[in-house]
Nanobody, 120 residues
Framework: QDLLVESGGGSVQSGGSLTLSCVGS???????MGWFRQAPGKEREGVGN???????TYADSVKGRFNIFRDNAKNTLYLQMHSLKPEDTATYYC???????????????WGQGTQVTVSS
């Protein structure tokens, strides 16, 4: 049983926008949730995270372009992406950390990923 399911990936041109969704079980409402991405041949990198107090952090590479928010009523985490660049091309994953704060690096549950491709 998939505990986290991402959707919303696709192909867009440079400068375009996409919004990814990650639906989880209600047990994740009080947990830190994060977005990660991995491009071919590269290591997985953190995009940003949101804790149970709605404190949000972003990687420098996406600050000002990406927004993370959550709708606890829908058990859904979102990644809104604007001004997309070809270097944003990657498989995007959501993850949950079994803790209310996003301190530390361990995430305990992962989605299957959704592909985002940005063409120049």
């Amino acid at each position: 049983q998939d505990l986290l399911v991402e959707s919303g990936g696709g192909s867009v041109q440079s400068g375009g926008s996409l919004t990814l969704s990650c639906v989880g079980s209600e047990t994740f409402r009080d947990n830190c949730m994060g977005w990660f991405r991995q491009a071919p041949g590269k290591e997985r990198e953190g995009v940003g995270n949101i804790d149970s107090y709605s404190h949000i952090t972003y990687a420098d590479s996406v600050k000002g372009r990406f927004n993370i928010f959550r709708d606890n009523a829908k058990n859904t985490l979102y990644l809104q992406m604007h001004s997309l660049k070809p270097e944003d091309t990657a498989t995007y994953y959501c993850a949950a950390r079994v803790a209310s704060r996003c301190l530390g690096t361990a995430y305990h549950y992962w989605g299957q990923g959704t592909q985002v491709t940005v063409s120049s």
